[in-house]
């Protein structure tokens, strides 16, 4: 039987925007003080997105079954349930409130280089109407979970949780990372089985924590780095090994390709693969969604994606 995996993240609705060049050449040819900048944006979409969604999106797309943990405003309903439904996402635990309007809202950036800039509006549904793991009437099924970035004493209760059902899990704490305290991420990434970031997510934590990357293995078991283009770090203990990404001729979006990394990470892991063979599986389906338009809309060919 297919391992079951639990989604635990935000839904959003994206508002995607594109400026024509690059921010560090803007920067360059503009004095740009205290982040104070008119940028000229060429294109303008709007798309489903946020954290939970998009991994759980690539986790259907890859052929598991997953379950999605999340609260959402009535615009869920708007058509976005019914794309995940379609998808093959269980969306019979996403807590909708009756009196709020609004999911999150994501307002991405991106330059033609795969650089963003983002705001993220967490949105009017409370998480206090969410859910745990363990009153999940299914949670026997799940055998792999990722605790996607929100609110940081959401996530702990998680971590918590997970722990008890002995359940492994990813912790993932993404644009929220500044929200967390010392004591907070100490105790997030001791419960975690693996810590996941990119560069600039890392270095929030390493300075919040008083350390170096190096000496992140005193603190977390697995972490891995993803560094865009470069691939992904890995570190256990006191080594480091790096997974090459896969070279992408023209970059058509990158908002939500960290979200595909992850999916594909987690297909591996929940199937037993080497940590290696399912991070180098993460960078070929984040190379797929480099090539999309909008964080949902790859098509994954599971034929020629080898997941053996």
């Not at 052929?63 to 093959?88: I, K, M, Q, W």
């Not at 969410?130 to 996530?155: C, H, T, V, W, Y």
């Not at 390493?206 to 780095?225: D, K, R």
């Amino acid at each position: 039987m297919a391992p079951h995996i639990l989604v635990c993240g935000s839904l959003a609705i994206d508002q995607l925007l594109r400026f024509k060049g690059s921010f560090a050449q803007y920067q360059n040819d503009f004095q740009v003080e205290a982040l104070n900048a008119s940028l000229p944006i060429h294109e303008y979409r709007t798309c489903f997105g946020g954290c939970g969604g998009n991994i759980s999106f690539g986790v259907a797309s890859l052929g598991l079954p997953v379950t999605l943990l999340s609260h959402a405003g009535l615009d869920f309903e708007a058509g976005y349930r019914d794309h995940l439904n379609a998808c093959g996402v269980n969306c019979e635990f996403i807590a909708v409130s009756a009196s709020n309007p609004f999911s999150a809202r994501c307002t991405i950036i991106s330059d033609d280089h795969g650089n963003q800039i983002t705001g993220f509006y967490p949105g009017d549904a409370p998480a206090s109407e969410r859910k745990m793991p363990s009153q999940l009437p299914n949670i026997a099924d799940i055998s792999f979970a990722i605790l996607g970035p929100e609110e940081p004493s959401l996530m702990i209760a998680q971590a918590h949780d997970l722990t008890r059902l002995g359940l492994p899990f990813i912790f993932d704490p993404g644009q929220w990372v500044s929200k967390f305290s010392k004591a907070e991420l100490l105790e997030s990434m001791a419960l975690a089985t693996y810590t996941i970031g990119n560069a600039h997510e890392i270095a929030v934590i390493t300075a919040t924590l008083g350390i170096a990357v190096s000496e992140l293995g005193q603190v977390a078991s697995t972490m891995l780095i993803t560094q865009g283009p470069e691939g992904v770090d890995i570190l256990e203990n006191d080594d480091v090994q790096r997974i090459p990404a896969i070279e992408v001729a023209e970059v058509n979006d990158a908002t939500g390709t960290g979200d595909a990394f992850r999916a594909g990470l987690i297909y591996g892991l929940a199937k037993g693969f080497s940590l290696e063979h399912a991070a180098d599986l993460g960078c070929r389906v984040a190379h797929i969604a480099l090539q999309s338009t909008s964080p949902q809309d790859y098509v994954i060919d599971l034929k020629n994606l080898n997941l053996e």
